[in-house]
């Protein structure tokens, strides 16, 4: 619920704002600067908080080992930067705030489809595969769009370009959030799942 809340509230944000911020160009996190920026900060600490909530179902279940749950709260610890650091405003300069801001987001886009590809492995679960394969997919879905946003970035580094020049920054940004955003409301609905029948069937045979 808190993630749906906190998704609702930026999308809200961006959808308020189209005739002053352009959505191809400039980021989510623009939000966070002015009178909306206490506002984008709950919907984003309103989704961190959500992720831990997921995270901790995943492991109560045992459906996530130590390795995917530490990748999926460092997701949240990053959002939590994210959403407690304003990023640079470039009409004032750059600030201390925006460093931790940028390096919050970058530490959350990157765990996120890390830990869905460590915790959602089908093979791992076997009675589990429908979810566990949409929550891997997605996962690398994730994993593509931050290959083709380094891919410009490089191809912008050897033209002399800045990478915020080689590409829609705005809708790139967007394109990766909802990926990952689809990504935990796969492992969210895993977590809220109800045991499939040859689940329960197996766990029957091995406490008898």
């Known amino acids: 619920m808190a993630v749906g ?4 509230v930026v999308i809200g944000l961006d959808v308020a704002r189209l005739d002053e911020l352009n959505p191809l160009r400039r980021t989510i996190s623009e939000h966070g600067l002015g009178p909306t920026g206490w506002i984008f900060a709950v919907a984003v600490g309103l989704l961190a908080a959500g992720s831990v909530a997921i995270g901790v179902g995943l492991l109560r279940r045992r459906l996530a080992g130590v390795a995917g749950t530490v990748a999926l709260m460092a997701w949240s610890v990053g959002l939590f930067v994210a959403a407690t650091f304003p990023k640079h405003n470039w009409a004032v300069g750059p600030s201390l705030s925006g460093t931790i801001h ?8 990157l765990a996120l489809p890390i830990a869905a ?3 959602a492995r089908p093979w791992r679960h076997p009675e589990w595969r429908r979810s566990a394969v949409i929550a891997y997919v997605l996962g690398i879905g994730s ?3 931050i290959a ?11 033209n002399g370009l800045a990478w915020w020049q080689v590409m829609p920054l705005g809708l790139v940004e967007r394109t990766l959030a ?3 955003v689809a990504t935990l409301i ?6 809220s799942a109800r045991q499939p029948a040859y689940g329960r069937k197996t766990a029957i045979r091995s406490s008898t």
Not at 5 to 8: A, C, N, Q, V, Y
Not at 148 to 158: A, F, L, P, S
């Open 5 to 8: 809340l906190g998704i609702t």
């Open 102 to 109: 940028r390096w919050g987001s970058i530490v959350a886009f």
């Open 117 to 119: 590809l460590i915790i």
């Open 143 to 145: 994993v593509l769009v």
């Open 148 to 158: 083709g946003m380094g891919t410009m970035m490089v191809i912008g580094w050897q």
């Open 178 to 180: 909802a990926v990952e």
């Open 186 to 191: 796969a492992l969210g609905v895993w977590a």
